[in-house]
């Protein structure tokens, strides 16, 4: 059986969050000064591991307040090698029961490639609304984005 272990980020992770964040997101990436910031700032920032004695940090999500109502995903991936295999679901459907918890958020918002179709169909799943309206010019690469919407009382 595979092991899964969700927990908050910390300042001894932030190399390995670079280099995971650099191999996927390349030209998009957020910069290390950024993820140390958003470390620093005690926001809601999960990883996920696989393995029980060697642990290995597979992905990680980054969610940030809007509001008191509204938090928003900035920032969510699997290690490439790791993908399609479940582990996104998981942590995705962990941070939405993690958000729950609160009773104060009704609304999960979050941004993504217009191009991004597995992403796209993995939040369909989870039952986020695609907003029609594509936000141009979003990302550095000049790549557009949608919006994409979770009310949590539906
Ligand atoms: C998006 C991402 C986090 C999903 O994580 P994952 O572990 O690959 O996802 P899962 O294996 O749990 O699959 C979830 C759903 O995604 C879709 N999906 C995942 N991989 C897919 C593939 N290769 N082809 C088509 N659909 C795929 C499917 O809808 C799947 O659900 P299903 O298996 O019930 O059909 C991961 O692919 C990733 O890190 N991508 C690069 C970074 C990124 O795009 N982040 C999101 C930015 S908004």
Do not use: C, W
Not at 49 to 54: A, S
Not at 98 to 108: A, D, N, P, R, Y
Not at 123 to 138: A, D, G, H, V, W
């Amino acid at each position: 059986m595979v092991t899964l272990i969700t927990s908050n980020v910390n300042s001894r992770d932030l190399r390995k969050i670079v280099n995971l964040e650099q191999e996927v997101f390349k030209e998009n990436a957020f910069s290390k000064h950024l993820l140390k910031k958003l470390i620093e700032n005690h926001t809601f920032f999960l990883k996920l591991e696989i393995g029980k004695i060697k642990r290995e940090l597979i992905g990680f999500i980054i969610v940030i307040n809007e509001t008191k109502e509204r938090t928003n995903i900035i920032n969510y991936l699997i290690k490439p090698n790791f993908q399609n295999s479940g582990y996104g679901s998981y942590l995705l459907q962990h941070t939405i029961n993690k958000i729950k918890q609160l009773k104060t958020i009704k609304k999960i918002v979050l941004n993504v490639q217009i191009s991004n179709l597995i992403a796209i169909k993995m939040y369909e799943k989870f039952k986020f609304k695609r907003n029609p309206s594509i936000i141009e010019n979003y990302y550095h690469s000049g790549e557009s984005a949608y919006l994409m919407e979770l009310d949590l009382d539906s």
